[in-house]
């Protein structure tokens, strides 16, 4: 399956153009011959830990507009957005398949406290995964990339290939590169983070988007420039290293709740 990530500045606060954009970049991602296209965290908008402005519900005039996108261009639509929620809103990314349909859904789970998010939005409480092919895909968001243990549910649950929409800022780079490899490596999964560019009213973004190897290798790096980066996921390959590497048969040998009550 052929992924292109697409390295994009968000239309701040300007959610047409923000979908005029993505028209634009899902058009080139066929013409790469990409499967699926996945953009980085709130494209719509722009990352704002405090701006709750633009919410939508998943059945909402801006998520359609995704969909008639992925229809019109027939591929797959990674795309993030403020989503409506009982209380506060929730960061969400959603998968929309060639067909407009629905596929999966994933709410920011650990929304990023030292600026605030967790003030204005709700944490997600549940995994977002599909199957496309035999690939088996499952979503993070931005400071997600931290929990290791988030990563090794969906290790648990099957997944090949994690992507996760991000805004990291260009001040935390190191650890952007850092954690997209070693959630690679730990986990012995595909990792694609796919990062934003340009200067918000909130941050300053250098791209680099990164797309890790289940061996913990960077296999695609994207620069400082909007652009697409394009690779072909094998999931064969993070399931041949499961099988001659089986790390996680030696997880279960441990309960690590047990052992830390102690």
């Known amino acids: ?20 954009k993505m028209r634009q970049y899902a058009a080139e991602a066929v013409e790469g011959d990409a499967e699926l296209i996945a953009f980085p965290e709130q494209i719509l908008t722009g990352w704002d ?8 519900e998943e059945t909402g005039a801006l998520v359609d507009e995704m969909r008639e996108i992925a229809q019109e261009v027939s591929i797959g639509i990674i795309g993030s957005y403020r989503e409506k929620g009982d209380e506060k809103p929730l ?3 959603i998968a929309i398949g060639p067909d407009g349909r629905t596929l999966a859904k994933y709410s920011k789970i650990h929304l990023f406290s030292p600026a605030g998010e967790d003030l204005h939005y709700s944490s997600g409480s549940t995994l977002g995964s599909y199957t496309v092919n035999s690939c088996t895909i499952g979503f993070a968001i931005c400071y997600d990339l931290r929990f290791a243990q988030l ?15 991000s805004a990291w800022p260009s ?15 730990e986990f012995q999964t595909f990792v694609a983070s796919v990062n934003t560019v340009g200067i918000t009213p909130v941050d300053t973004y250098i791209g680099g988007t990164c797309i890790a190897g289940p061996d913990g290798t960077i296999r695609a790096r994207g620069s400082d420039l909007e652009e697409l980066i394009f690779y072909d996921i094998h999931e064969e390959e993070a399931l041949t290293l499961r099988k001659n590497f089986p790390v996680h048969q030696d997880y ?8 830390l009550s102690r």
């Open 1 to 20: 399956m052929i992924l292109c990530a697409a390295q994009i500045s968000p239309c701040w606060n300007d959610p047409q153009s923000g979908l005029k």
């Open 49 to 56: 830990p405090h701006d709750t402005s633009y919410t939508t």
């Open 91 to 93: 960061n969400t990314c």
């Open 151 to 165: 990563f090794q549910a969906y290790r648990n649950r099957g997944v090949h290939l994690m992507i996760i929409p």
């Open 171 to 185: 001040s935390r780079m190191k650890h952007f590169n850092l954690f997209t490899t070693s959630r690679a490596a």
């Open 252 to 259: 279960e040998k441990v309960d690590y709740t047990e052992l």
